[in-house]
């Protein structure tokens, strides 16, 4: 499968940002510390949210574009290929070698973990399953009723405006509002709207693309109000609020195709890093722990070395080899078993694929 490298260097921002969150040193970060912010690493699962959207909900949006339907089953099971094989693993793994029992997992077994508890870092993957099929089911009523996709457009905003809202409110009466979907789910939702019109509207899609200097003042002012570290109830949610507009204003920034386009070696190994995102978002957290022990026993001038880098670049080796042995050939049987319906999520927008066929 044809890859793009600009949404591979936006998954490795991401999986950046958090293995340095994660980390007990966190160095990437270090300069931002200095100047007296806190640690806003955790918004790479943010910017994972609205990538995520526009990825996957694309798929559904492009097939819709390009199919007048979607194939609600085969989009779910192939879904489940690529999620399920690591993370069940993952799960049976932490049951086998006694770090969690299966009562604090059942969450987990059942994909609710980010309501009723389990292992912290996956409930984000609980927020993205709950979405999909959210979408899934929203999509097969639309079709049933023939809404058009305009019509389906305009849904969505009230839908992402009704969950900031939603979460403000919880918010300002103490409710915890970071992990759960009716809370979180509005970063997938943008991601979804803008795959919306990269497919329906490219023309619309690229001329929000050209003004840089938007996208970038947008980064900047999240980062500042991060700084602001403000504690009210209503500033946590302002908080999410200015994570997923990072998110979206680094895929605005950052998605941009090139063919053929020969990129700095920096970039290329950030999008490398990106290829293995979700094996090492799902195994990092699993080698913090031995790596600080491991220091215990080395010299004090190379244990803070140690601590300081060991973690993430261990996380990135776990979850690269977890990736090719698990995930990979998960994904080749996938694609023999169950064909993509269409060729990728985004690519050739799909009104333009459509007219050229």
Known sequence: ?????????????????????????????????????????????????????????????????????????????????????????????????????????????????NYVGGVAHTWSLAVEEHAYIILVLLLAVAAILKVRMKMFFFFLIGMTLSVIVLRAILAAHGHNVFSETHTRIDGILEGVLLATLYHYAPETFRRLQRPRWL????????????????????????????????????????????????????YRFVAWIGLYSYGIYLWHVSVVEPAVKVSTHLPHWFAAVWIAVAPSILGVIVGIFFTKIVEFPALALRDKLFPRPIDSAVGVPAEIEAVSK
């Not at 949006?61 to 399920?84: H, M, P, T």
């Not at 209503?234 to 200015?242: G, K, Q, Y």
């Open 215 to 266: 996208w970038l003042s947008i980064i900047v002012a999240a980062i500042i109000y991060f700084r602001l570290n403000l504690h009210s109830p209503i500033a946590t949610s302002l908080t999410f609020d200015c994570a997923n507009a990072m998110g979206i204003a680094v895929l605005m920034l950052f998605y941009r195709r090139r063919e053929g386009k020969k990129r700095p070696a920096l």
């Open 1 to 113: 499968m044809k890859r793009e490298i600009e949404l591979d260097f936006v998954r490795g921002i991401a999986i950046l940002m958090v293995l340095d969150f994660h980390s007990p040193k966190g160095i990437l970060f270090y300069p931002f510390r200095l100047l007296g912010f806190q640690h806003f690493g955790w918004a790479g699962v943010d910017i994972f949210f609205v990538l995520s959207g526009f990825l996957v909900g694309g798929l559904l949006i492009k097939e819709w574009k390009l199919k007048g339907r979607i194939n609600s089953k085969v989009f779910l099971i192939r879904r489940g290929f690529k999620i399920w094989p690591q993370y069940y693993l993952f799960i049976v793994l932490m049951l086998l070698t006694g770090h969690r029992s299966l009562q604090q997992l059942w969450g987990n077994l059942l994909n609710v973990q």
